[in-house]
């Protein structure tokens, strides 16, 4: 079974930042792929950014909100994913979930195949 664990949110003035971590752990899967999705109250899962990677090239997509700001990334040696947030708004407070294996376009929620928990990012104006 895959398991996807976030940490590294909290409670940050805007114009702050914090890195959001995912670990992967479990058996393995073939997947290339990895995204950060949020959701705030009584919003629907939103896309943030996506990474994937083959030898010897990675790309990464964002939505247009966080470009600029937010920095996705990986660690193949750690099997771990991170999404570093700079200069924060307040819009940007939600529950943030990491997401793996998608089936499908990578900026829809319902193709991922492995989920994380989420972990609470708070902005303060």
């Known amino acids: 079974q895959v398991q996807l664990v976030e940490s590294g949110g909290g409670l940050v003035q805007a114009g702050g930042s914090l890195r959001l971590s995912c670990a992967t752990s479990?058996?393995?899967?073939?997947?290339?792929?990895m995204g950060w999705f949020r959701q705030a109250p009584g919003k629907e899962r939103q896309f943030v950014a996506v990474?994937?990677?083959?030898?010897?090239?990675?790309?990464?997509v964002y939505v247009d909100s966080v470009k600029g700001r937010f920095t996705i990334s990986r660690d193949s040696a750690k099997n771990t994913m991170y999404l570093q947030m700079n200069s924060l708004k307040p819009d940007d407070t939600a529950v943030y979930y990491c997401?793996?294996?998608?089936?499908?376009?990578?900026?829809?929620?319902?193709?991922?195949?492995?989920w994380g928990q989420g972990t609470q990012v708070t902005v303060s104006s």
């Open positions: 479990g058996r393995t899967f073939s997947t290339n792929t």
């Open positions: 997401a793996a294996d998608p089936r499908g376009a990578y900026s829809s929620p319902t193709v991922y195949q492995y």
């Open positions: 990474i994937s990677w083959s030898t010897g090239s990675t790309s990464v």
